[in-house]
């Protein structure tokens, strides 16, 4: 009868057990556990202690007397491994509750001792309220500080996935949370301006963070304890984490004479046995080939240990056959309302270790954008210049993230390129995902800069374009470019770019962006088809770019807290403090810039200066696009928060605000309508909402062909001469019967822009031409045009007044913009 021994009897080591005795059911196996518990899920540590979890026996995959029972395991708890003979083949043990030891004899020991969190010697650890979190007693001990004192700050050392999952759940229980970080970024695996977008994240949940800011000493004075920074910042703290990384538990592998390799990882063969062929070893404390890397590394993960722990077991009850294959790290993590994870190789180590790389980012959402709530996805791949091989992937979203990071790694896994990125099949409904889900479009756009169809640029390259020489083309609209832009840029939105190509210097190297990318593409192709040869589009587009060059940190966010006389922290902030007279709910979710900012402008009107409109919207743009109309508008926004995808602003209504009502003199606009055609139309109320939104006085001078724009759809019978029923008979009844300006195929284009606009939720010309009329653009419609035309007033929309050119020149003399369609 064989006699197995497994050292550490949670994810690896649990999973050997079980196995040997599936294969094996006349062996003696004993685990043996420093801890007082095998089995448990120490993935779901943090979630207990935030209150998520609320049953700490959930935790426990099963109880060492069951799972003793179960498998005919001897489970010895409290019993720690102090040291191996290998000569006799032997374990010396101590038992951690009487302190006694004895020898346990095997005929195959597996090591799965996995990691233990780093502890420097930093001045002042040892004080009482600093917690590494590792296993179920450290939990205990953690929900029992919890319990026992009041804890309303805690700062957490190092934003590693474990870091931030124990901000998210403190934050859950209440508590104002700090975390203060080493490195320039969160979450080592990703790239920085992926870590960026985990940045922006974490300041909208009102955490505070340090970077590139450490620990010099932790100091008590006064019965509080603060923790001083290598920048000397002083921080109060309640509680504090420390989760700084981890190293392998392997002194007493080493002692024995086992060969251990990076940061002391046991080295193990493809059969995952130590140079002792009777001694196996899996999990943490392992280090192995990285199959990408093909060099050692070691894994922290639960899905490789427990993987090990099941080959380990097969190999010792059948011979050495199944081979460990490497883990490629795959981690997925939830950081508040977002999921981040990723797999493979990321670009900042691919830069280090000097294999060369291409690098693209792409922004999806995590369904149909015309299935209600469709959340934003960002997807980072990097790749082989040469062959196109995938190398790694890093994917941040609301929903979908774990699927798509799991294509990424299986394609990895196989070896395989972006073009089996392009081919993945998925399942596809609205309520899931798109026809072509967002990582076949990561395969197509990386295959576009393969094969040379369109060069990309970076956003850290921006910053060192000599604008002498280089030309930035933002082609997103002219409202969107209004609200924010790269500095130096010129607008020209895609659709008027053929028109306007000659402004375009052929000279310069030209910079194209959008907001994620995809415009800018076409841009671009746009552009080198006619004969512009350097030609960049700004990979991620604006949308990363705002991301990774925005301030980072989070500093000082509590100033204005004090203690008050029940220990607990309260905001001190009268703005924050003070209760609103009345607060309007609105819902602009499903709607498309400029749809949400229009609904603000329309709701603000039905409430009084002070009182609050509290406006959630899932357009991504709104985030942004709400500050600025505050600020355009002289209204406070008073706080801006997101959640799964939404965003929600509170904004106060100023009565030094101009919002919708007080308009100042000389900074109006006015649109002259010329044209009937349905593009021009839509831009030109586009624009007109847009600027009377902001609290601007529009005027539309419709004119000649634009009048067709502004006819009712129920026109009553009007009398009129020869040429007037000629014209009649000649022109659109109304703005339904608008021809596109291009495209227009025999009026099938109109009928696919209008499908389009409906699948993309943007409002129909006809509701943006009332949305106008009830915002107060002032419609004219010109006299001297209707005369020629035969319009008759009768057949033109309520609320459109009859105006001549002095009309309109008066309002053009107020105006800072005037604009012929
Ligand atoms: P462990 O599961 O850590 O088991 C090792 C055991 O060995 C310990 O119980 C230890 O007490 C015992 N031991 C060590 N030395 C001795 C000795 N000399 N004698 C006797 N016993 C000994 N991974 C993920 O993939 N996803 C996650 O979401 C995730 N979340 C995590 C959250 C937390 C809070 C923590 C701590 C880890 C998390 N991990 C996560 C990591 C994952 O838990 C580990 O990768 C995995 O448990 C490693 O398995 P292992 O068997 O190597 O070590």
């Excluded at 508040?336 to 959402?365: C, M, N, Q, R, W």
């Excluded at 009768?794 to 609320?799: A, Q, R, V």
Aim: hydrophobic share 40%.
């Amino acid at each position: 009868m064989a006699k197995y021994i497994i050292v550490g009897g949670v994810a690896g080591g649990a999973t050997a057990a079980a196995r040997l005795r599936r294969l094996d059911e006349h062996a003696e196996i004993i685990i043996m556990e420093r801890g007082q518990y095998i089995s448990y899920a120490n993935c779901g540590l943090p979630y207990y202690l935030g209150g998520v979890i609320k049953d700490r026996d959930r935790l426990f995959v099963q109880t060492n007397e069951e799972f003793a029972k179960r498998f005919r395991v001897d489970v010895r708890v409290q019993n720690e491994v102090l040291s191996i003979r290998r000569d006799d083949k032997k374990v010396r043990v101590q038992r951690l509750l009487t302190g006694e030891e004895y020898d346990e004899a095997y005929d195959k020991l597996i090591l799965s001792p996995g990691a233990e969190p780093l502890r420097p010697p930093i001045p002042g650890i040892n004080d009482l309220s600093i917690f590494t979190l590792r296993n179920v007693m450290d939990t205990d001990r953690i929900k029992d500080y919890l319990d026992k004192n009041k804890v309303g700050r805690v700062v957490i050392i190092g934003a590693g996935f474990i870091g931030l999952e124990m901000a998210e759940n403190m934050h859950h229980r209440g508590i104002f949370v700090t975390i203060v970080e080493m490195s320039d970024q969160v979450m080592t695996p990703l790239d920085y301006e992926m870590a960026a977008e985990v940045h922006q994240h974490l300041k909208t949940k009102n955490i505070e963070f340090y970077l590139k800011d450490g620990v010099s000493s932790f100091v008590r004075a006064d019965d509080k304890l603060q923790v001083r920074l290598n920048s000397g910042k002083l921080l109060d703290a309640d509680l504090v984490i420390l989760s700084i990384g981890v190293k392998p538990d392997s002194h007493f592998a080493g002692d024995a004479g086992l060969e251990l390799g990076e940061k002391n990882g046991i080295v193990v063969n493809e059969y995952l046995q130590t140079k002792d062929p009777d001694i196996y070893a899996v999990g943490d404390a392992i280090t192995f080939m990285n199959p990408v890397l093909g060099k050692p590394m070691i894994t922290y993960l639960a899905g490789p240990a427990n993987k090990q722990g099941r080959i380990v077991a097969d190999n010792i009850v059948n011979g050495n056959k199944k081979k460990y294959a490497g883990s490629i790290v795959t981690a997925i993590a939830k950081v508040f309302d977002i999921t981040v994870a990723s797999t493979g190789l990321s670009e900042k180590v691919l830069k280090a270790e000097g294999i060369p790389y291409i690098s693209s980012i792409i922004h999806g959402t995590s369904h149909a954008g015309y299935y209600p709530n469709a959340l934003p996805l960002t997807i980072k791949i990097v790749f082989s210049p040469t062959d196109g091989k995938l190398y790694g992937a890093q994917i941040i979203g609301y929903e979908g993230v774990d699927k798509r990071i799991d294509l990424c790694a299986s394609v990895i896994q196989h070896n395989e390129t972006i073009y089996d990125l392009q081919a993945l099949e998925h399942a596809y409904a609205p309520p899931y995902s798109s026809a072509k889900d967002p990582v076949n479009i990561a395969g197509f756009a990386a295959e576009n800069i393969l094969v040379g169809l369109v060069k990309i640029i970076h956003w850290d390259e921006i910053a060192d374009l000599d604008p002498k020489n280089s030309y930035l083309l933002d082609v997103r609209t002219i409202d969107e470019f209004k609200i924010r832009t790269i500095e130096n840029a010129v607008n020209i939105p895609l659709d008027d770019l053929r028109n306007r190509m000659s402004e375009i210097p052929k000279d310069k190297k030209i910079i194209v962006f959008c907001s994620m990318g995809q415009r800018g593409y076409v841009a671009a192709r746009i552009l080198i088809q006619h004969g512009y040869n350097d030609v960049y589009n700004l990979t991620g587009g604006c949308k990363t770019y705002e991301h990774a060059s925005g301030k980072q940190s989070n500093e000082d966010i509590f100033e204005k807290d004090v203690i008050g006389k029940d220990d607990y922290i309260y905001q001190l902030d009268p703005e924050k403090l003070k209760i609103p007279a009345k607060v309007l709910e609105v819902d602009a979710c499903g709607l498309q810039c400029p749809g949400p900012i229009l609904r603000i402008k329309k709701e603000m009107e039905k409430i009084n200066f002070g009182d609050h409109l509290r406006i959630s919207a899932s357009d991504p743009g709104f985030k942004n696009d709400v500050g600025s109309w505050c600020n355009m508008t002289g209204n406070k926004l008073l706080e801006l928060t997101t959640e799964k995808g939404m965003t929600i602003a509170i904004i106060e209504k100023k009565d030094s605000a101009g919002s919708s009502v007080i308009h100042k003199a000389g900074n109006d606009k006015t649109i002259i309508v010329f044209s009937d055609d349905m593009d021009k139309a839509l831009a030109s109320m586009v624009i007109a909402n847009g600027a009377a939104s902001t609290g601007k006085k529009v005027t539309m001078f419709f004119t000649f062909w634009g009048l067709n724009v502004i006819k009712r759809r129920q026109k009553p019978v009007v009398k009129k001469d020869f040429m007037g029923k000629m014209f009649s008979m000649m022109m659109p009844e109304n703005s339904l019967h608008l021809a596109l300006s291009k495209m227009n195929m025999l009026g099938l284009g109109p009928i696919m822009m209008r499908m389009r606009m409906k699948m993309k939720n943007v409002d129909a010309l006809e509701t943006m031409i009332q949305e106008a009329l009830d915002g107060g653009v002032e419609m004219i419609a010109c006299q001297m045009s209707m005369d020629i035309m035969g319009v008759d007033a009768s057949e033109l929309m309520d609320g459109v007044h009859i105006g001549g050119v002095a009309t309109y020149l008066e309002a053009a003399e107020q105006s800072s913009l005037n604009l012929f369609i």
